[in-house]
């Protein structure tokens, strides 16, 4: 089996392109979730403050006996703490219960563009601060629209390493992903399966069942291809082991594009428009 890919970040660090997601992952659940993918081989962990899950990623990380070192770890800043000093003691909050003194990349997790007077600028510089300090290795952004890049390019100096955005064959969101490619902003596509939803596309089974793998490792190396990060979520053993297999073939650009035009725009989007989310989790 080929080893998964590095990609390089545009501050120097990289990032393995296949990750675990552990969103809807019960808290207790979790360092076992996250000690299987670790066994699986799997090295890069996506949490964050809103799944409730952080202890058990850094407990999972600790079961497995590697070392802090070898693990990638990604977290987000709550939609409740955008005002610098709340987001202070949010992030001083998920590195205490992960349990390590840094991260490897630290989020916005939204832009809540209509919340906080529409300031997500003094938040990007908070942001900024955990970078400068070394408690982020890396800083960036998630469901950032263009405009909301636009913005942080205007007014503030971190370039972010990544934009986290929904991408999945029903919603190729190229707009976004175009300007990341413009930017040196690494794209990472969540809910990379559209949480199942693509999986049963004639499309993508005709070309799964030529290849003889499943739908969605198809789905998972079209984005590889694509030079996305992604890290699908399962809590399943035999998925999880099975969404890792994607390093040993190859679509050709026939399929890629193919499956590329199942994009349904906005018609395909599973989650809330970054535009007007707005919803700040208890
Ligand atoms: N930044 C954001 O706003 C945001 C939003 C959503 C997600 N994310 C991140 O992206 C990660 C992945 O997204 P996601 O969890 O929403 O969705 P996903 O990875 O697209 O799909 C997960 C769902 O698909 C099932 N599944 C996984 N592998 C499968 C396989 N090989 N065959 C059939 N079904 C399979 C899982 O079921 P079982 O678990 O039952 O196996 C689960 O129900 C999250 O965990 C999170 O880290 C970020």
């Known amino acids: 089996m080929s080893s998964v ?10 990032i393995p392109q296949l990750g675990f997601g552990v969103f809807q992952i019960k808290p207790e659940e979790t360092a076992e979730a996250v000690r299987r993918a670790l066994e699986v081989g799997y090295r890069h962990i996506d949490t964050a403050e809103a799944y409730r899950n952080e202890k058990g990623v850094g407990d999972g990380i600790r079961a497995s006996g590697l070392d802090r070192s070898e693990v990638y770890v990604t977290s987000k800043l709550h939609n409740g703490s955008h005002r610098p000093d709340d987001a202070r003691a949010a992030f001083d909050g998920t590195l205490q219960a992960l349990g390590f003194d840094y991260v490897d990349l630290f ?34 952004v998630s469901n950032f629209q263009t405009p909301h890049l636009g913005r942080l390019a205007a007014e503030t100096e971190v370039v972010p390493a990544v934009n986290q955005i929904e991408v999945h064959p029903y919603l190729t969101n190229e707009e976004v992903r175009g300007y990341g490619q413009q930017h040196g902003i690494v794209t990472e596509a969540w809910s990379p399966i559209a949480q199942g939803g693509v999986l049963d596309d004639p499309t993508i089974t005709a070309i799964a069942d030529r290849l003889g793998k499943s739908a969605a490792q198809v789905t998972l190396r079209w984005h590889v291809q694509r030079g996305d990060v992604i890290f699908p979520k399962s809590t399943t053993p035999a998925r999880i082991k099975e969404n890792f297999e994607i390093f040993d073939f190859e679509l050709d650009d026939t399929d890629i594009a193919m499956i590329s035009a199942l994009d349904k725009g906005e018609d395909g989007r599973t989650g809330a428009h970054p535009d007007t989310f707005a919803f700040i989790p208890s």
């Open 5 to 14: 890919p590095d990609l390089a970040l545009n501050n120097g660090q990289t």
């Open 107 to 140: 989020l916005i997790h939204w832009p809540l563009p209509t919340l906080y007077d529409g300031d997500f600028v003094s938040t990007w510089q908070t942001m900024e601060e955990f970078y400068r300090d070394g408690r982020a290795r890396s800083i960036g």
